[in-house]
Antibody
Framework: QVQLQESGPGLVKPSGTLSLTCAVS?????????WSWIRQPPGKGLEWIGE???????NYNPSLKSRVTISVDQSKNQFSLNLNSVTAADTAVYYC?????????????WGQGALVTVSS | IVMTQSPVTLSVSPGERATLSCRAS??????LAWYQQKPGQAPRLLIY???TRATGIPARFSGSGSGTEFTLTISSLQSEDFAVYYC????????FGQGTKVEIK
């Protein structure tokens, strides 16, 4: 059973950088899966931020592309999200997640989520 | 692609049937998934490919549709089914509907 666990600061200052890591257990980050970050502002819907493959190839939401970096660390079996120049609008629960094999972009495994608040 | 779900809230009695709708602003073929989300939890995959139940999902959940119109049906609501349901298209850059809350009538 694949498990994903987000970690990182729960509070980020405006204009700062939000950084989260997702540790994968029960499976390998080097498998034929893409790995995603999805966020959900409090009381609102879901937004797909971006995704990374074991090779380091990435795809980003066009609306966030200029501020987002997603990377993979095969040696640690984890992947990471960096979002810079944050504002209060970036306050959300951030989920790391796994797509099924062969680049089919829905999510079969989710992390529990990490609330990140942007505030001074 | 904009995904629009209706209704926003659905009030249903336990044991009754619930029908949730999801409309895409352009065709997504059968590249559609449904998720269930309970308060404080991550979403859970219910349906993918518009009509295929995910592993471990009870048969009372069924999905149908293709192109721009999709339906999630819960044949007989159980207490654990009261939650928010999201559709998501994956034909192009993935986008989600705004959700339908299924509440106890």
């Amino acid at each position: 059973q694949v498990q994903l666990q987000e970690s990182g600061p729960g509070l980020v200052k405006p204009s700062g950088t939000l950084s989260l890591t997702c540790a994968v257990s029960g499976g390998s980050i080097s498998s034929n899966n893409w790995w995603s970050w999805i966020r959900q502002p409090p009381g609102k819907g879901l937004e797909w931020i971006g995704e990374v493959y074991r090779s380091g190839n990435t795809n980003y939401n066009p609306s966030l592309k200029s501020r987002v970096t997603i990377s993979v660390d095969q040696s640690k079996n984890q992947f990471s999200l960096n979002l810079n120049s944050v504002t209060a609008a970036d306050t959300a629960v951030y989920y790391c997640a796994r797509q099924p094999p062969d680049f089919i972009r829905y999510i079969d495994y989710w992390g529990q989520g990490a609330l990140v608040t942007v505030s001074s | 692609i904009v995904m629009t779900q209706s209704p926003v809230t659905l009030s249903v009695s336990p044991g009754e049937r619930a029908t949730l709708s999801c409309r895409a602003s352009q065709s997504v073929s059968s590249n559609l998934a449904w998720y269930q989300q309970k308060p404080g939890q991550a979403p859970r995959l219910l349906i993918y490919g518009a009509s295929t139940r995910a592993t471990g999902i009870p048969a009372r959940f069924s999905g149908s549709g293709s192109g721009t119109e999709f339906t999630l049906t819960i044949s007989s609501l159980q207490s654990e089914d009261f939650a928010v349901y999201y559709c998501q298209q994956f034909n192009k850059w993935p986008t989600f509907g705004q959700g339908t809350k299924v509440e106890i009538k």
